[in-house]
């Protein structure tokens, strides 16, 4: 094997066929005997290698060969195999190459070029260096036309000298390059490809041939250039550029220019032009006009366009002329001719001083942003972008002396699927699923309900998505009572809140996010997040908890609703101390409120710690003044809390606190988890 003992060294090596001494740096090699050999002498090295040949391989001081070179570790190209002395080949391919680098004496390879029919096979040499002989006897090249050794010669060739493009009348030639026991050359270097219509360059002025069939073609000509070969050569000149545009020239068959205008300007007619065979263009010469491209908006959003109204404002300056008596040389003079044309314009262009209206759809969605936009010389648009977004806490038909009649829109039903999964189907899942909890709705994708509903007891982690569905616009608890707006919603994330404590239940909260967007109408809406000024206990205030019982009320049957109670924020003090009492000691942390129906409470058909839900705050009919100037003030109603924990008792004692999750202390994780 292999081994650099000397390497670098100037060592004298003899090449085998000449026996000239020649000097070179190589390292040496171990022979057989272990001894270091640097002339390794192999059968058939050429003479200008000197002596650092394997056959037709490469050496180098980490190949891995035998010192009787039984196999190199590299051939040169056109060469393979194990000792790199095989050649040739059937080569099937549109085009290719075939070549053979510094061959060695006693050599023979055979070719065999075939292209798809109905085509032929042009072969063209590009290097020839063969010994050379008047006949071409000793080494040489020979070409037929076909597919075998026994096909019609074309012809034989050797020497330095390169033959004329070989043309075969079938869609094959076989090539044999011999070569004797004497001498050895360079080599030969061919190309070859298929033969077709466009082999022989038919397209004038520099014209890109494509091919159509075997016989057939057509040209893609350059600029100023027209015919079927590309021979007539067209005068069309360029034209101008446009004013605050330009343009570039397309070339093909047909020469064209496109135009185009800076921002802030549209294009006024067509964007291109054609050079005819007369040498003319075809079309008119398009202008840049100021525009301003229409802003995007939802399919929320109602847009009126108002044609162009050049706007007027009166200055301090335009107001001292008048009280001076010079308005008349300054007053605007009337039009003697009717308004001007105004060019056409692109699809969503529109034309300096536009004017845009906006509204929303529908009367469950609030507008923000401008209510007109105006288009300006910048090519922007006045004011600012438009939206909807679903208002919140509306819930215009209540009745505070029966608010079990009322809809909540934003009540939302959890339901579990109680059974395997794998099993339900779609269609058969109605007496499978159970619900479980209520929750509300914050916006279109997302329901806060509390997290000790949708993990498992005792636990952190969450429910299987697959088995929770939310139903939203629900307003009898059998679903058979409701005649429209049910909205069966699937949910793809649930986002328990990172401090949950299933023990003590502190941060009871859980987001989850739905699948399939909410439809917001007059049975769906999202209920407000509260404010700071929310929480105040001093007085106390009253609060709504609804929610949906877990049982079944067996007395209303199908025409059980959503059950609702009026309640009191209470001190944490109290509550501690109350639970205590009866023996439940508990800790009121600073994510809780307690509330309690207390004392001549209105009527009311829920006990929270049995039922769930959310607590909501009624709309306040005092305002402080910082809030009048919030739109609708007194008209939203507001999250308060989630039903968190009650008395483990069947007795439903107005007296009794009820603990809530409080949301004002959520607001950033809910925000963060709602984007």
């Not at 010192?67 to 080949?89: D, F, H, I, L």
């Not at 054609?274 to 008119?284: E, I, Q, S, V, Y």
Request: hydrophobic share 30%; proline share 8%.
């Amino acid at each position: 094997m292999c081994r650099g003992c000397c390497e670098y060294e100037v060592i004298r090596c003899k090449c085998p066929l000449q026996g000239a001494p020649v000097g070179y740096s190589v390292p040496c090699c171990r022979n057989a005997r272990h001894e270091c050999d640097p002339c390794i002498i192999h059968p058939g090295c050429s003479i200008f290698e000197n002596c650092k040949r394997c056959n037709n391989g490469t050496w180098g001081p980490r190949d891995d060969f035998f010192v009787k070179g039984q196999y190199c570790a590299e051939c040169r190209p056109g060469w393979s195999g194990g000792n790199c002395m095989t050649c040739g080949g059937v080569m099937r391919k549109r085009q290719g190459h075939l070549v053979l680098e510094s061959y060695p004496t006693n050599a023979r390879c055979e070719w065999t070029l075939q292209v798809n029919e109905p085509f032929t096979v042009e072969l063209r040499f590009m290097m020839l260096s063969l010994e050379f002989d008047h006949s071409c006897r000793y080494d040489y090249v020979e070409v037929r036309d076909g597919d075998s050794i026994n096909s019609r010669v074309i012809g034989r060739f050797c020497g330095n000298e390169r033959p004329p493009p070989i043309q075969s009348t079938g869609n094959s030639l076989h090539i044999l390059f011999v070569s004797d026991g004497y001498k050895n050359f360079d080599g030969l270097f061919a190309i070859f490809q298929e033969n077709s219509a466009c082999t022989s360059s038919p397209c004038l002025h520099d014209g890109t041939c494509i091919l159509d069939s075997s016989h057939s073609y057509h040209c893609a000509c350059l600029a100023g250039y027209t015919g079927m070969r590309c021979e007539h050569e067209k005068n069309c000149a360029i034209p101008p550029k446009p004013s605050h545009g330009d343009h570039f020239l397309v070339y093909g068959p047909n020469d064209t220019v496109e135009f185009s205008c800076n921002h802030s300007y549209a294009l006024s007619g067509d964007a291109r032009r054609t050079c005819l065979a007369n040498g003319t263009w075809d079309a008119a010469q398009p202008i840049c006009v100021r525009a301003c491209r229409e802003p995007k908006v939802s399919v929320l959003v109602r847009q009126k366009v108002l044609p162009p109204q050049v706007p007027f404002r009166k200055t301090p300056v335009h107001k001292f002329y008048s009280s001076t008596g010079l308005a008349k040389f300054f007053g605007p003079v009337g039009p003697t001719k009717g308004p001007p044309v105004l060019p056409r314009l692109p699809q969503g262009f529109h034309h300096l001083y536009s004017h845009i209206q906006y509204e929303c759809t529908s009367p469950y969605f609030h507008h923000t942003g401008s209510t007109r936009r105006t288009c300006l010389k910048t090519g922007k648009w006045s004011g600012r972008h438009v939206s909807c977004t679903p208002v919140c806490g509306k819930l215009p038909n209540f009745d505070p002396q029966r608010p079990v009649d009322s809809h909540w829109p934003w009540l939302a039903a959890i339901y579990r699927f109680s059974g395997k999964y794998e099993e339900a189907q779609p269609q058969k899942e109605a007496g499978s699923w159970q619900l479980v909890c209520s929750g509300a709705l914050l916006n279109q994708r997302s329901v806060v309900v509390a997290a000790h509903c949708v993990t498992e007891l005792g636990k952190l982690h969450p429910l299987d998505v697959a088995k929770l569905r939310v139903v939203l616009g629900k307003h009898y608890r059998s679903d058979q009572q409701e005649r429209k707006g049910l909205q069966r919603l699937r949910v793809s994330s649930i986002t328990v809140h990172p401090n949950y404590d299933p023990l003590v239940l502190d941060s009871d909260l859980a987001l989850l996010k739905l699948l399939d967007k909410a439809r917001i109408g007059e049975h769906v809406l999202p209920i407000c997040l509260p404010g700071a000024q929310d929480y105040e206990t001093t007085p106390p205030r009253r609060a709504m908890v609804t929610g949906w019982s877990l049982i079944p009320d067996a007395g209303a049957g199908e025409s059980e609703r959503a059950h609702v109670g009026s309640v009191m924020l209470g001190d944490v003090v109290h509550c501690e101390q109350q639970y205590a009492q009866h023996g439940v000691p508990i800790s009121v942390s600073e994510n809780m409120l307690c509330g309690r129906q207390g004392p001549g409470a209105s009527p009311s058909n829920i006990c929270p710690a049995e039922t769930g839900g959310v607590l909501v705050l009624p709309p306040t009919t005092s305002p402080n003044p910082a809030s009048l100037l919030l739109p609708n003030p007194v008209q939203e109603w507001k999250l308060l809390g989630l039903v968190s924990f009650g008395y483990d008792s069947l007795d439903c004692n107005p007296e009794l606190y009820t603990v809530y999750t409080q949301i004002g202390n959520f607001l950033d994780f809910l925000d963060g988890n709602m984007k």
